[in-house]
Nanobody, 122 residues
Framework: QVQLVESGGGFVQPGGSLRLSCAVS????????LAWYRQAPGKQRELVGQ???????LYADYVKGRFTIARDNKENSMYLQMNSMKPEDTGIYYC????????????????WGQGTQVTVSS
């Protein structure tokens, strides 16, 4: 089984902080590049940041300097630390895993979590 499970969403005031976690199954933990996405109602899903197997971290411009993505090797999880949050950060946050195919004939594996709601409001 391959599986991603998000947790930690909730309500926060502008300027506050939240930490989201993504529990990653064994196969994905060893083989996948990981990422966080988010989607507001009526909007397209957008990339928040990426964390590759090699340790490269990339952030969208609108979260750079406020959000941090990292692996927790002891817990087999990826977290998203969100600081200085703004109302426009509101949305459903999704964990994503991308696994390149083992052969050139195989298909790329993409796995999504169920999502966790984040609401930023006073």
């Amino acid at each position: 089984q391959v599986q991603l499970v998000e947790s930690g969403g909730g309500f926060v005031q502008p300027g506050g902080s939240l930490r989201l976690s993504c529990a990653v199954s064994g196969r994905l933990w060893k083989s996948a590049d990981l990422a966080w996405y988010r989607q507001a109602p009526g909007k397209q899903r957008e990339l928040v940041g990426q964390l590759t197997r090699g340790g490269l971290v990339l952030y969208a411009d609108y979260v750079k300097g406020r959000f941090t993505i990292a692996r927790d090797n002891k817990e087999n999880s990826m977290y998203l630390q969100m600081n200085s949050m703004k109302p426009e950060d509101t949305g459903i946050y999704y964990c994503n895993a991308h696994v390149p195919p083992p052969t050139i004939e195989a298909e790329t594996l993409v796995v999504w979590g169920q999502g966790t709601q984040v609401t930023v409001s006073s």
